[in-house]
């Protein structure tokens, strides 16, 4: 069973961009929107790389998204579906902020 691991105090991330840490031997892009963290599992599954950490945010719709670095694919950060191609995700991890630390759960 997991359990949250502490990463990072929030006050080392950068709004709206990501960065990449090692939990549980799982890396792990955390990204910080408004005030918020999202986890996602670092892996490109089309660029066959760990490079999702360096991936640009934004929003589609009311979805706020990373577009992976290499082909640009955008991954919803609530659910890690492919907005361009359902048949592609990534792992979703649980992440919060508490006391100004950020932790998550692999």
């Known amino acids: 069973m997991s359990e949250f691991q502490s990463v990072c105090l929030v ?3 950068i709004p709206n961009a990501g960065v ?21 599992g670092n892996y490109d599954p089309v660029g066959k790389a760990n490079v999702m950490s360096r991936g640009i945010t ?3 719709g009311d979805a706020l998204v ?3 670095p290499l082909y640009k694919e955008h991954y ?3 659910t ?12 979703v991890y649980e992440a919060k902020i508490e006391n100004d630390v950020v ?3 692999v």
Not at 20 to 40: C, E, M, R, S
């Open 103 to 105: 932790f998550v759960k």
């Open 58 to 60: 934004g929003s589609i």
């Open 20 to 40: 990449n840490a090692l939990v549980n031997n799982q890396q792990v892009a955390i990204f910080y929107i408004d005030g918020k963290v999202y986890a996602i």
């Open 80 to 91: 890690g579906v492919c907005i361009e191609n359902d048949a592609l995700s990534v792992p």
């Open 76 to 78: 919803n950060l609530a």
């Open 66 to 68: 990373v577009a992976a």
């Open 11 to 13: 006050n080392d991330l």
